[in-house]
């Protein structure tokens, strides 16, 4: 099977975890990464084995032996870039949140389909076997209907001005980068909510250290807790009237979900191990949807990527809550 040439944009935390994945995968070929530095680009190729090492971003998509983009820059970054690779006409795979606005979102898709290219976020617990499975188990019925979904992602992360999580100018803050996870898990078990009531504590930089949302399906309810600013086991819950699933800790990327009755007796367990370090099932879902020419991903939709997103806007238009630059 011919290789599929990934080049990475950006050299920080996660594209190195990506590149690992992608080592492990015999169809993936490490073409090329990009940096705004040399120096950086030189020592992510040799550390991975990337053939070409691109000192800018524009220099990289330039390169037309390039098959996808794997855009892994901050989030104030992902419109600009994601433009970019599509006006170069890359396709295009780009990190959560995929922009810090619809508005954005909407631009990006739009251009992605004017010019018949691939974009898809790269929300990664959307390929992952297990949830795959969990949803399975609520579309078939396991829990009867659905009442509720809790699901929280929380990090005790030490203030840093210049790490991008707390910095506006970056697309900071515990929403684009941690509640969109369980925004995702509830939009894919309840779809888009009737009514959101949100309240985030805003830092002295003007980024929300930790959100606290909760969903009204009329009938059914969600709530999700985000922040820097406590440790928790980040477990998530979905209550139907016959029975409930929980995942393990770490939902967005665990390995393990257990089905349980109306009395709490469990039901089942469905254990899956990673076959790498977890990033392998988007990949291959980019690498399908490139072969079989499919304009979007199936597991990730341009739809619920939108949805979510809207979801973000209007939490953020509660809080008065604006990165720089928007109107
Ligand atoms: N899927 C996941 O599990 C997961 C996990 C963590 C993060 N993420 C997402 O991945 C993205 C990157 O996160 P990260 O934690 O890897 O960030 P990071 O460590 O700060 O790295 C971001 C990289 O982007 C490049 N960059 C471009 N413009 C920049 C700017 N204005 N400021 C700082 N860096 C800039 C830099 O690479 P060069 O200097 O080489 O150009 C930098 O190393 C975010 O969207 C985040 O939400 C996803």
């Known amino acids: 099977m011919e290789k599929i ?12 975890t990506f590149a690992q994945a992608l080592k492990g995968l ?6 090329a990464v990009g940096s705004r ?28 032996d390039i098959d ?15 433009m970019l690779c599509l006006e170069n006409s890359l396709n295009v795979f780009c990190e959560k949140s995929a922009a810090l606005s619809s508005s954005q979102l909407e631009k990006m898709i739009a251009l992605a389909k004017e010019k018949q290219l691939f974009f898809m976020e790269a929300m990664w617990m959307k390929c992952r076997p297990t ?25 005790l992360v030490k203030y840093d001005r210049s790490d991008r999580l707390f910095a506006p100018e970056c697309g900071g803050g515990a929403l684009l980068d941690l509640s969109v996870y369980p925004l995702t898990l509830v939009y894919d ?35 999700v807790d ?16 016959k029975g409930s699933i929980v995942f ?47 304009p979007e991903s199936t597991l990730v939709p341009h739809k619920s990527t939108k949805d979510v997103m809207s979801i973000m806007d209007e939490c953020r238009r509660q809080w008065s809550m604006k990165f720089p630059g928007e109107e």
């Open 5 to 16: 040439n990934w080049a990475i944009m950006g050299t920080g935390r996660i594209a190195h």
């Open 26 to 31: 015999d169809d993936a070929e490490l073409y």
């Open 37 to 64: 530095s040399s120096e950086k680009a030189k020592q992510f190729a040799d550390e991975f084995g990337f053939e070409k090492a691109y000192d800018s971003y524009d220099e990289l998509v330039k390169d037309k």
């Open 68 to 82: 996808i983009v794997y855009i892994a820059t901050p989030m104030s970054a992902h419109y600009q870039n994601t």
């Open 131 to 155: 949830y795959l499975k969990a949803l399975e188990w609520v579309r078939s019925g396991r829990i009867g209907k659905v009442r509720y979904v809790k699901a929280d992602f929380c990090n």
């Open 189 to 223: 078990v309840l779809g888009v909510p009737k009514e959101i009531i949100s309240a985030a504590h805003i830092g002295a930089d003007g980024v929300d250290l930790s959100d606290s949302i909760m969903l009204n399906y009329d009938g059914a309810f969600a709530s």
């Open 226 to 241: 985000s922040g820097f600013e406590m440790p928790c086991i980040n477990r998530a819950v979905i209550s139907g009237d």
């Open 248 to 294: 393990a800790d770490w939902f967005f990327c665990c390995c393990e979900i257990t089905l349980y009755d109306s009395e709490g007796n469990e039901i089942e367990r469905s254990a899956i191990p990673n076959e790498i370090n977890g990033y392998e099932y988007e990949i291959r879902e980019a690498h399908r949807c490139l072969r079989e020419k499919a």
